[in-house]
């Protein structure tokens, strides 16, 4: 089974190459890594290249010559995993926020039951939130999952996460393609889709870390997209 983590970068060389290293480490036979860069100013392109170069037959670059945004970054990595051949696609940032070592947990439920994505999520038993997060994030982060579940009932406790291991099939089913979201509601469109064509969503407990270098990706115009974008979902029959 092919195993692809598509990870996105914009400015993330130093915690690049700890990713891939905790990446490579993992018990996972048929592992690849695919670096989705948009253009980084820091050099992060440059990184992916040197560690494509030494890890050939595990890490692969895409470079894309602008910025635009993390939906369009992961839709372009995973559209050339599946192109590779990829049974199984990881989304899974470049800031260490997400725990690498929950991976083979969340293959063994794709695995063993009939899911067509499982979440890396916050907030069923055994998750949870980096303790130096602030209380109006973890508000805002509550919120934001309370909303997205009440305009577009999806079931799942953690409808806004952003780590996630996807059946090719469901991928595919979805039309990942043609998804024309962006910032953080291209998370929710997925999963939305996901349960419109009858696929069923499994979650496993992880604990989101806080970046410790870099800066934070959210701004006004992507919180803006992630509110009106439920609305949009609903009643939009094509979705």
């Known amino acids: 089974m092919r195993v692809t983590v598509v990870v996105p970068t914009y400015d993330e060389r130093d915690n690049l190459p700890v990713a891939v290293e905790r990446l490579t480490s993992?018990?996972?036979?048929?592992?690849?890594?695919?670096v989705v860069d948009d253009n980084s100013p820091?050099?992060?392109?440059?990184?992916?290249?040197?560690?494509?170069?030494e890890l050939p037959a595990v890490v692969g670059v895409l470079h894309r010559t602008e910025k635009d945004g993390l939906g369009r970054a992961y839709i372009a990595g995973i559209t050339r995993a599946l192109d590779?051949?990829?049974?199984?696609?990881i989304q899974m940032d470049a800031d260490l926020s997400h725990p690498a070592e929950v991976i083979p947990a969340m293959l063994e439920k794709l695995r063993d039951t009939d899911a067509g994505v499982v979440l890396g999520s916050?907030?069923?038993?055994?998750?949870?939130?980096?303790?130096?997060?602030k209380w109006y994030r973890k508000a805002?982060?509550?919120?934001?999952?309370?909303?997205?579940?009440?305009?577009l009932r999806l079931g799942v406790k953690d409808?806004?996460?952003?780590?996630?291991?996807?059946?090719?099939?469901?991928?595919?089913?979805?039309?990942?393609?043609?998804?024309?979201?962006?910032g953080y509601s291209f998370q929710v469109e997925m999963n939305y889709r996901t349960v419109k064509r009858g696929?069923?969503?499994?979650?496993?407990?992880?604990?989101?870390?806080?970046?410790?270098?870099?800066?934070?990706?959210?701004?006004?115009?992507?919180q803006l997209e992630s509110a009106l974008m439920p609305w949009k979902l609903l009643f939009n029959r094509k979705v």
């Open 199 to 222: 696929y069923t969503i499994a979650e496993v407990p992880i604990r989101f870390e806080e970046r410790t270098i870099g800066d934070s990706k959210m701004s006004f115009a992507v």
């Open 42 to 53: 820091d050099g992060t392109g440059e990184v992916a290249d040197k560690l494509a170069a």
């Open 122 to 133: 916050r907030y069923v038993p055994g998750g949870s939130t980096a303790e130096e997060w």
């Open 159 to 182: 409808a806004t996460a952003g780590f996630k291991a996807w059946k090719a099939d469901t991928l595919r089913a979805i039309e990942v393609g043609s998804i024309r979201s962006n």
């Open 26 to 34: 993992l018990p996972v036979p048929d592992l690849h890594i695919l």
């Open 140 to 151: 805002l982060s509550a919120w934001a999952n309370f909303y997205v579940n009440a305009i």
């Open 84 to 89: 590779e051949g990829a049974d199984v696609v």
